[in-house]
């Protein structure tokens, strides 16, 4: 049985914070606002997990209004998250994610996102698909004032891969 689950986040973009992507940090003059460390992508990930599963979403979770949670690294959150899912029965089939940043590139980050993301869901690089776009200088993303992020998840019950 497969469940499908879509997730999205948007952080600002602002001055005086780290830029923090899929677990690794952008070079940039600008950084993601958020009470975590606003990682839009690992954030994506969580919510379409959760909707998956019908788990309610992130804010339910893990709420912005808990010192807990506090400039948190955000793939604790996912670890954490992934434990939910194991617990319900079900693994990762792949994931496919859509990063929306103007600049700056994207493209020689990927591959380290790929891997911190792998390594916390225990799954092979070659089942998570991140491509990145510009928003054409349409829209807050356009204009380098935010970033976001669109992701979709398929989950399998089981506990083994075939691949
Ligand atoms: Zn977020």
Redesign the pocket.
């Known amino acids: 049985m497969y469940r499908i689950g879509q997730g999205f986040?948007?952080?600002k973009l602002v001055k005086g914070r780290k830029f923090i992507l899929g677990g690794v940090e952008i070079k940039y003059k600008k950084g993601l606002l958020?009470h975590?460390d606003?990682?839009?992508l690992v954030?994506?990930i969580i919510d379409s997990m959760l909707g998956a599963l019908n788990l309610g979403d992130?804010g339910c979770h893990f709420p912005d209004n808990n010192p807990e949670y506090k400039d948190i690294d955000s793939l604790i959150l996912l670890k954490k998250t992934y434990n939910l899912v194991k617990e319900k029965g079900y693994v990762i089939n792949n994931i496919d994610n859509t990063l929306m940043v103007q600049e700056p590139k994207m493209k020689d980050y990927i591959p380290l996102m790929k891997e911190k993301i792998a390594t916390i869901l225990e799954i092979d690089k070659d089942l998570i698909s991140i491509k990145a776009k510009t928003m054409e200088e349409q829209d807050s993303v356009g204009k380098k004032k935010s970033v976001s992020v669109f992701t979709t998840v398929l989950l399998k019950r089981g506990n083994n891969y075939e691949n």
């Open positions: 986040d948007i952080h958020g975590s606003a990682d839009a954030h994506a992130i």
